[in-house]
């Protein structure tokens, strides 16, 4: 009420409307926004950036102890598998590294180099800062480091995933191959551009679950309607043999009922030899010719939306 005067309709209209805009702008399905699969809350670029150069400094700091650096790594690892936004390729570099050197710190250099490896694909002039290792190209560090190839890694295309549901990233960028011979960090990002699931992957780890497009086979579709088909001309024949028979009977049709003056046979005779055969075959292929069709029609507008909520193999 206004002034104690009841509402319009008009007017109460408005402020519902404007209420609903409200609760829709303010909602989460509005901003589709939110912490991706299995995380508490998401994470921000700037976030991970943070914490890889808080990792950064417990390795510079390192002494006998790299535990810290080691919960350093974790942390900013963890961070990272929660992102709410896409990675971009800096990111994925700068987590290859802090990886790599953490292998080293284990005692796992072929894991070290291959982190390394797939860092120097990304970023193939970068230079670690003196405060981290020294630019000394004899120091055991960079000969590891230098000595991983720069070039474009080798990769394989996992099974395509339904475009409903988005699209796959690697290493910061939207792609449909994974490198076979280096770690990646792989995102499932979906079509309202919500980051639904981040990892780090071993090279010879599968990537997590997404739904998967399911290419179908066209060949029943084909032959059903071509079958469909078929039957159809089959009735449109019968009925052009109905219609010429019938001329040349000179018959005349009443109430149902004809009658025949060119024939040497009784009507009911001609009506049992052609007549009714003549439509019992283009009536049954009518209909069995439509339906084929029909099922054809369908086979083909489920192969066209496409897409199953299925699995894929292990990539």
Known sequence: MIRGRPLSPRALWARCA????????????????????????????AEVHRLIDAAETAYVEMSDDPAPFGLAVSEAAQAWSCLDEPMRPGLAARAHRIKGLHRMVNGDD???????AAARALEPTFRFPDSIQPADPAEPFNLIYFGMPADPTPRAAPPPIDPKAGALWFDGSKGVERPVDRPTLAQHIDAEGVVRRTEYLRMDQALFDYPVLQVKDRKAAWATGGVG?????????????????????GCETSDGAYTCSNISTSTAEFDQTFVRPTKIV????????????????????????GASLGLHGRW
């Open 110 to 116: 072929d894991a070290a180099r291959r982190a390394f």
């Open 18 to 45: 404007l209420l609903g805009a409200f609760a829709f702008a303010v909602s989460p399905v509005a901003h589709a926004e939110g912490p991706a699969e299995g995380c508490p809350a998401g994470r921000s670029v």
């Open 282 to 305: 283009g009536f049954t292929a009518l209909g069995l010719g439509g339906a084929l069709l029909a099922t054809s029609g369908v086979l083909f507008a489920v192969d066209s939306t």
């Open 229 to 249: 088909l078929g039957l159809l001309a089959v009735a449109g024949g019968s009925g052009i043999y109905y219609a010429s028979i019938i001329q040349r009977g």
